[in-house]
């Protein structure tokens, strides 16, 4: 259970994401980001979604959402 419970914390970040991609919903993106342990220690809320639409930018040219 204890294996099981540190793996879904990470299956629930990747999926969201994945679903962000697919729906082509940002905010499910950000919201991602923003569930993952070690970004949300580093990070604050605004910094994320600063983080997320530079990543985006950066990658515009193959991902448009």
């Known amino acids: 259970p204890a294996l099981a419970g540190l793996n879904r914390t990470n299956l629930n970040v990747q999926e969201l994401a994945a679903k962000g991609f697919v729906e082509e919903n940002r905010e499910y993106i950000y ?35």
């Open 31 to 65: 919201q991602a980001i923003q569930l993952d342990p070690l970004t949300a220690s580093l990070l604050s809320l605004s910094e994320i979604r600063k983080m997320v639409d530079e990543m985006f930018e950066a990658d515009e040219d193959s991902i448009s959402i």
